[in-house]
Protein backbone atom coordinates (compact mmCIF):
# COMPACT_ATOMS: atom_id res chain seq x y z
CA UNK A 1 0.00 0.00 0.00
CA UNK A 2 1.05 4.00 -0.06
CA UNK A 3 0.20 6.13 2.42
CA UNK A 4 -0.09 9.94 1.65
CA UNK A 5 0.29 12.07 4.49
CA UNK A 6 -0.37 16.10 4.00
CA UNK A 7 1.07 19.47 5.94
CA UNK A 8 0.98 23.04 5.23
CA UNK A 9 -2.83 23.75 5.48
CA UNK A 10 -4.33 26.95 7.78
CA UNK A 11 -5.64 30.00 7.75
CA UNK A 12 -4.48 32.85 6.06
CA UNK A 13 -5.46 35.87 4.79
CA UNK A 14 -6.39 37.21 1.61
CA UNK A 15 -3.69 37.65 -0.76
CA UNK A 16 -1.44 35.43 1.65
CA UNK A 17 0.26 32.52 0.75
CA UNK A 18 0.75 28.60 1.75
CA UNK A 19 2.93 25.66 1.15
CA UNK A 20 1.30 22.30 1.03
CA UNK A 21 3.53 19.20 0.81
CA UNK A 22 2.88 15.79 0.43
CA UNK A 23 5.07 12.47 1.29
CA UNK A 24 4.15 9.23 0.35
CA UNK A 25 5.09 6.19 1.87
CA UNK A 26 5.00 2.22 2.07
CA UNK A 27 6.15 -0.45 -0.59
CA UNK A 28 6.73 1.62 -3.06
CA UNK A 29 7.59 0.61 -6.65
CA UNK A 30 6.72 3.63 -8.68
CA UNK A 31 5.07 6.79 -8.80
CA UNK A 32 3.63 8.11 -11.83
CA UNK A 33 1.84 11.33 -11.31
CA UNK A 34 0.97 13.38 -8.45
CA UNK A 35 -1.55 15.65 -7.36
CA UNK A 36 -3.84 18.14 -5.72
CA UNK A 37 -7.62 18.37 -5.60
CA UNK A 38 -9.98 20.22 -3.17
CA UNK A 39 -13.50 19.90 -1.96
CA UNK A 40 -15.04 23.25 -0.33
CA UNK A 41 -18.66 22.54 1.41
CA UNK A 42 -21.27 21.75 -0.77
CA UNK A 43 -19.39 21.20 -3.79
CA UNK A 44 -17.54 18.27 -5.95
CA UNK A 45 -13.78 17.59 -5.25
CA UNK A 46 -12.17 18.92 -7.86
CA UNK A 47 -8.63 19.13 -9.24
CA UNK A 48 -6.29 22.11 -8.58
CA UNK A 49 -3.02 20.97 -10.31
CA UNK A 50 -0.83 17.59 -11.52
CA UNK A 51 2.63 16.75 -12.15
CA UNK A 52 3.86 13.57 -13.93
CA UNK A 53 7.44 12.04 -12.83
CA UNK A 54 8.98 13.95 -16.07
CA UNK A 55 8.03 17.01 -14.56
CA UNK A 56 5.04 18.20 -16.82
CA UNK A 57 1.96 19.88 -15.46
CA UNK A 58 -1.76 20.52 -15.23
CA UNK A 59 -3.68 23.14 -13.73
CA UNK A 60 -7.09 24.22 -13.21
CA UNK A 61 -8.03 27.74 -14.69
CA UNK A 62 -8.98 29.15 -11.73
CA UNK A 63 -5.23 28.96 -9.85
CA UNK A 64 -3.41 29.38 -12.77
CA UNK A 65 -0.50 32.39 -12.72
CA UNK A 66 -1.15 31.59 -8.64
CA UNK A 67 -0.25 28.49 -7.75
CA UNK A 68 2.43 26.03 -8.41
CA UNK A 69 3.02 22.32 -8.41
CA UNK A 70 6.82 20.54 -7.71
CA UNK A 71 7.79 17.15 -6.68
CA UNK A 72 11.13 15.71 -5.32
CA UNK A 73 11.12 12.41 -6.87
CA UNK A 74 13.80 11.04 -5.13
CA UNK A 75 12.02 11.94 -1.68
CA UNK A 76 7.96 10.92 -2.97
CA UNK A 77 6.79 14.29 -2.15
CA UNK A 78 4.85 16.79 -3.61
CA UNK A 79 4.44 20.54 -3.48
CA UNK A 80 1.67 22.92 -4.07
CA UNK A 81 2.87 26.80 -3.65
CA UNK A 82 -0.22 29.04 -3.34
CA UNK A 83 0.04 32.85 -3.83
CA UNK A 84 -2.75 35.04 -3.53
CA UNK A 85 -5.10 33.47 -2.34
CA UNK A 86 -8.64 34.10 -2.56
CA UNK A 87 -11.63 33.52 -0.36
CA UNK A 88 -12.82 30.92 -2.99
CA UNK A 89 -9.58 28.49 -2.75
CA UNK A 90 -10.93 27.84 1.32
CA UNK A 91 -11.11 23.37 1.22
CA UNK A 92 -10.08 20.50 2.09
CA UNK A 93 -7.35 19.98 0.02
CA UNK A 94 -6.00 16.18 -0.82
CA UNK A 95 -2.99 14.50 -2.20
CA UNK A 96 -3.50 12.30 -5.00
CA UNK A 97 -1.30 9.69 -6.35
CA UNK A 98 -0.98 7.12 -9.30
CA UNK A 99 1.03 4.71 -8.34
CA UNK A 100 2.49 0.57 -8.36
CA UNK A 101 3.62 -0.91 -5.11
CA UNK A 102 6.80 -3.15 -5.34
CA UNK A 103 4.33 -6.69 -4.67
CA UNK A 104 2.52 -5.58 -8.27
CA UNK A 105 4.85 -3.22 -10.31
CA UNK A 106 3.11 -2.89 -12.77
CA UNK A 107 -0.30 -2.47 -11.82
CA UNK A 108 -1.09 1.32 -11.37
CA UNK A 109 -4.06 2.44 -8.58
CA UNK A 110 -5.04 5.73 -7.32
CA UNK A 111 -4.08 6.79 -3.30
CA UNK A 112 -5.47 9.60 -1.83
CA UNK A 113 -4.68 11.34 1.46
CA UNK A 114 -6.71 12.11 4.84
CA UNK A 115 -6.91 15.71 3.36
CA UNK A 116 -5.45 19.47 5.04
CA UNK A 117 -7.97 21.90 5.56
CA UNK A 118 -7.26 25.26 3.92
CA UNK A 119 -9.57 28.70 4.90
CA UNK A 120 -8.96 31.61 3.51
CA UNK A 121 -10.47 34.84 5.50
CA UNK A 122 -10.06 37.90 6.95
Known amino acids: QVQLVESGGGLVQPGGSLRLSCAAS????????MGWYRQAPGKQRELVAT???????NYADSVKGRFTISRDNAKNTVYLQMNSLKPEDTAVYYC????????????????WGQGTQVTVSS
Open 26 to 33: GSIFSIST
Open 51 to 57: ITSGGST
Open 96 to 111: YAYAAVSTRRYWYSDY
